[in-house]
């Protein structure tokens, strides 16, 4: 069975602090990719990422960047200098073919961005 | 602007009412899927279309009905809910059935009396 945790269930942190949200995934299979999601307060899931098993560069994309560790089975999403727009429930979330195929998510992190 | 409409944003229904829930997509994806979400906790999969026919139905009691009348709609029919099912209903659609890269709407915010 595959499972993904997100130990971190709330983080609050001052604005232009950076902060970086845990994830960490359990999975049988070789080969599985994995996935960063937001969610606003508006209600939709925004797709971030997605990272295959074989693929453990770390990505930079502007303000955000992910540290992928296949030996701690970690995938870890940092953002810089945050923003009040940065505020959002963040799920990572896992797909492989034991599942079928669907995504298995973590309990996610809700992010508070303070001014 | 999120590219899944789904209608209504919220909806109050009593126990016996019968209403719907719609989505739309038109990036010509081809597959669809309903999510349940409660607060604070991750969406659950209900269904998934694969070129609209049903291909995953989560065990999903029988008072939610999906429907996909084309490729770009879904529909989520609902009758005789309980207070329980009250939750954010989502919509997503992805361009296959395992890419996980989804496309989500905004939800429809579901009350039942």
């Known amino acids: 069975a595959q499972k993904v945790t997100q130990a971190q269930t709330e983080i609050s942190v001052v604005e232009k602090e950076d902060v970086t949200l845990d994830c960490v995934y359990e999975?049988?299979?070789?080969?599985?990719?994995l996935f960063w999601y937001k969610q606003p307060p508006s209600g939709e899931l925004v797709f971030l990422i997605r990272?295959?098993?074989?693929?453990?560069q770390n990505e930079i994309s502007g303000r955000y960047s992910w540290n992928f560790q296949k030996s701690t089975s970690s995938f870890n999403f940092t953002i810089t200098a945050s923003q009040v727009v940065d505020s959002a429930v963040y799920f990572c979330?896992?797909?492989?073919?034991?599942?079928?195929?669907?995504?298995?998510f973590g309990g996610g992190t809700r992010l508070m961005v303070k001014p | 602007d999120t590219e899944v409409t789904q209608t209504p944003k919220h909806l109050v229904m009593g126990m016996t009412n019968k209403k719907s829930l719609k989505c739309e997509q038109h990036?010509?994806?081809?597959?669809m899927y309903w999510y349940k979400q409660k607060a604070k906790k991750p969406p659950e999969l209900m269904f998934v279309?694969?070129?609209?026919?049903?291909?995953i139905n989560e065990s999903v009691p029988s008072r939610f009905s999906p429907e996909c009348p084309n490729s770009s709609l879904l529909n989520l029919h609902l009758h005789a809910l309980q207070p329980e099912d009250s939750a954010l209903y989502l919509c997503?659609?992805?361009?296959?059935?395992?890419?996980?890269?989804?496309?989500f709407g905004e939800g429809s915010r579901l009350t039942v009396l």
């Open positions: 997503a659609s992805s361009q296959g059935i395992n890419t996980g890269e989804l496309f």
């Open positions: 999975t049988r299979d070789t080969t599985y990719y």
């Open positions: 990272r295959n098993s074989f693929d453990e």
């Open positions: 979330a896992l797909i492989n073919n034991n599942a079928g195929n669907m995504l298995t």
């Open positions: 990036m010509g994806h081809r597959a």
């Open positions: 279309y694969s070129y609209e026919k049903l291909s």
